[in-house]
């Protein structure tokens, strides 16, 4: 919102100032404003020749390189607010310290309204509040009234928090001859932390995931979430109460140019606030205010999670690229040879190994080490302990590699190549999904022909209804915001697995926002950025386990289902029933051998029993 500087003079002849005191206190206001240009507002044209002289003599007098003085009259000034324009940081004087009329609505009209600094001078006996009468100065508008006490000039600072309320007066400084201009004001925000229980009206909607609202009958008692708490802090340090209504849809600018929804409540200025959360558009910057940022966000195209990844064997061999794969069996099949050589020698030439092992004994021997498997005998040459510890470190590094990327493959089971499409253009191509929001893109407005507008009945009304769809029909794809995605899956709303298409991903900025042009704006801005600087808004964002989303893609990871692990269990029942299997036809062998050998015993004793 645009500052505006002004200090307002209303000259009237006759001052009981000095002129040269008036005017050094107009110049220390100006230089502390920064002000580049100084307005002279009068109250009528008709004065008399000795006003004009008078006026005319202040201007030749106001006049510095860096100061443009120049007057204009109340009448003016209400009809034509483009006078403003004329320079970016403004100062102008009333001048009522020889003869004053009370100052009201009608006089001013809009124009104490409009974010301005005023300076106005009244007699030193005169009364403040009969000076200004029923003018309302809001509390985002500096207004500062000069006054003469002794040889000093005192400046208070006054304004209203609500038209209807009393005013409220400050002092903010203190000019002399000799010290100039003492100011011990502090800034506006900070001397505005008080609204002295002003009630605020306040539109909340059951559709918003960041407000919780509870009920008493028809009546709102009151409203949680994180937009809630953040509310009702904001009720607590600036001393003021909140009236709440409920309005169902955000407002979206209707075909005559005309807003529904709590846009419109606001514009017609039936409420103060939204405490929704708004997504940052120029349409709306246009008819509403923006408080400070309080979440950021993306909005992606969601889809149904198809089956998993790639539910077949060849699955568990995905971690390692078949180059690796080749490197394993040959590093195994050396280390193999090294240790069956080892051992060889070292039983037949340094006599260190009780026994020889055979190469098929090696073999199984590494292939333990690389499953980190321990062996039943502890070598005793050095040349078979470093085979053991090279083939032991190696299993643990490709173990450890190995099984990372397989949880990391069986808990995220998309890849971007899996999808059926990567972004809008390719959902336009692929006319066998459906998809349920628009935009003023031309690939978006192609989208909204073809699937929005023929079914606008059909559209979900709310963010869980939506995903309620997207789950219920595998061709349905839903555009929302991922802080509701995950909002909304970490309440299990969402009973399925979805993705989201990676070039869809476009970054939003949500808040509240306050009617145009309100006076309190401001001061709400100022309390959010010290909750945000202090930690506030992190705190209640942990409460409720809500962090900014700005990754560009959505990746959940999803609990291993039972057919991804299928191919394991099969190896698994496959080997359970091969080693059975082997067992049972040793077990025959055996006994068969047993059987032959015994039955050959027996006949070789046969003949010598009958001699």
């Known amino acids: 919102m645009l500052k505006a500087y002004f200090l307002l003079i209303i000259m009237k002849f006759g001052s009981c100032y000095k002129t040269q005191q008036t005017i050094n206190v107009i110049f220390s206001v100006q230089r502390h404003f920064m002000s580049e240009c100084v307005f002279i507002m009068r109250l009528h044209g008709d004065a008399g020749l000795g006003y004009i002289q008078s006026l005319t003599e202040l201007q030749k007098q106001l006049v510095e390189p860096c100061v443009r003085p120049s007057s204009i009259q109340f009448e003016t000034a209400r009809s034509n607010l483009n006078y403003s324009q004329l320079c970016s940081r403004r100062l102008h004087v009333i001048d009522m310290s020889s003869e004053w009329i009370p100052i009201t609505t009608e006089v001013v009209g809009d124009l104490i309204g409009a974010k301005a600094r005023w300076l106005l001078f009244i007699p030193e006996n005169s009364n403040l509040k009969d000076v200004l009468g029923d003018v309302n100065i809001p509390p985002d508008c500096e207004f500062l009234v000069a006054q003469k006490s002794g040889e000093a000039v005192e400046l208070v600072e006054v304004y209203r928090v609500h038209a209807t309320f009393s005013l409220q007066v400050h002092r903010v400084g203190n000019w002399s001859h000799d010290k100039g201009l003492q100011w011990m004001g502090t800034s506006l925000q900070k001397k505005r932390q008080n609204l002295h229980g002003l009630t605020l009206r306040a539109l909340v ?17 009151e409203v949680g979430g994180l937009f809630g708490e953040i509310w009702s802090t904001l009720e607590q340090r600036l001393n003021f109460i909140s009236k709440f209504n409920e309005e169902d849809d955000w407002g979206i600018r209707l075909t005559d140019g005309s807003w529904n929804g709590m846009i419109a409540k606001l514009i017609k200025n039936d409420a103060e606030v939204a405490l929704a959360d708004f997504h940052m558009s120029v349409e709306r910057l246009d008819v509403a205010d923006f408080l400070f940022t309080l979440q950021t966000t993306s909005d992606v195209l969601f889809m149904q999670q198809q089956g998993s990844y790639k539910l077949n064997g060849t699955m568990y061999l ?16 050396l280390l193999t040879f090294a240790l069956w050589v080892c051992y060889d ?15 098929s004994e090696s073999l199984l021997t590494v292939f333990g080490s690389f499953c980190t498997q321990g062996n039943e ?4 040459s050095w040349s078979c302990l470093t085979v053991f510890l090279t083939a032991y470190l190696t299993g643990v590094v490709l173990l450890a590699a190995y099984s990372g990327t397989l949880a990391s493959f069986l808990a995220v089971q998309k890849s971007d190549d899996d999808l059926p499409f990567k972004d809008f253009q ?5 006319a066998s999904y459906r998809m349920g929001v628009d935009s003023s893109d031309q690939v978006m407005r192609q989208l909204y022909k073809r699937d929005i507008e023929p079914k606008l009945d059909s559209l979900p009304r709310s963010a869980a209804e939506g995903f309620e769809m997207l789950c219920a029909d595998p061709r349905y794809t839903f555009l929302e915001s991922a802080l509701y995605y995950r909002t909304l899956k970490s309440q299990n709303f969402i009973h399925c697995d979805v993705i989201g298409a990676p070039g869809t991903n476009m970054k939003e900025s949500a808040s509240m926002i306050v009617r145009k042009e309100s006076p309190y704006v401001k001061l709400l801005d100022y309390n959010l950025l010290e909750m945000f600087s202090t930690g506030i808004l992190s705190k209640l964002k942990s409460k ?7 990754t560009d893609k959505v990746r959940e990871v999803h609990a291993v289902r039972f057919e991804t692990v299928l191919p394991l269990i099969r190896l698994l029942v496959i080997g359970i029933f091969l080693s059975t299997t082997s067992l049972l036809a040793e077990c025959a062998v055996s006994r068969l051998l047993r059987h032959r050998t015994t039955d050959g015993a027996n006949g070789i004793r046969s003949p010598m029993l009958n001699e």
């Not at 995905?318 to 099949?333: G, R």
């Not at 390719?426 to 692929?430: A, M, P, R, T, W």
């Open 345 to 359: 020698k070292g039983q037949s030439c340094v006599n260190t190994e009780p026994r020889h092992q055979s190469l």
């Open 318 to 333: 995905e971690p390692f690229k078949w180059q690796l794969w080749w490197a394993v069996v040959a590093a195994m099949l």
């Open 377 to 380: 005998t502890t070598p005793n």
């Open 426 to 430: 390719g959902l336009l191509s692929d």
């Open 205 to 221: 909607s059951e559709k918003s995931l960041m407000t919780d609202i509870l009920k008493k009958g028809k009546d709102i008692q």
């Open 544 to 550: 409720y386990n809500l962090k900014d989303s700005q």
